[in-house]
């Protein structure tokens, strides 16, 4: 089954919708574009600079 994705006509709307999932969407030309899921080699990075930045103190 195929669910429309609604369509936008001010950006205040758009930051105000909420479809009850953890999914992440970006807004182009008033339309909803699904985001593919983190890559791991980039989750890795941000883990490992948290924990450095945490290690130095800042």
């Known amino acids: 089954m195929t669910v429309a994705k609604p369509r936008f006509s001010t950006f205040e709307a758009y930051l105000t919708y909420d479809d ?9 030309n008033g339309e909803l574009v699904e985001l593919p899921p983190e890559a791991e080699p ?7 600079l ?4 945490m290690n130095a103190g800042v």
């Open 50 to 53: 948290l924990v450095a930045l």
């Open 42 to 48: 980039n989750s890795a990075l941000t883990t490992f």
């Open 20 to 28: 009850g999932t953890d999914n992440r969407y970006e807004l182009m």
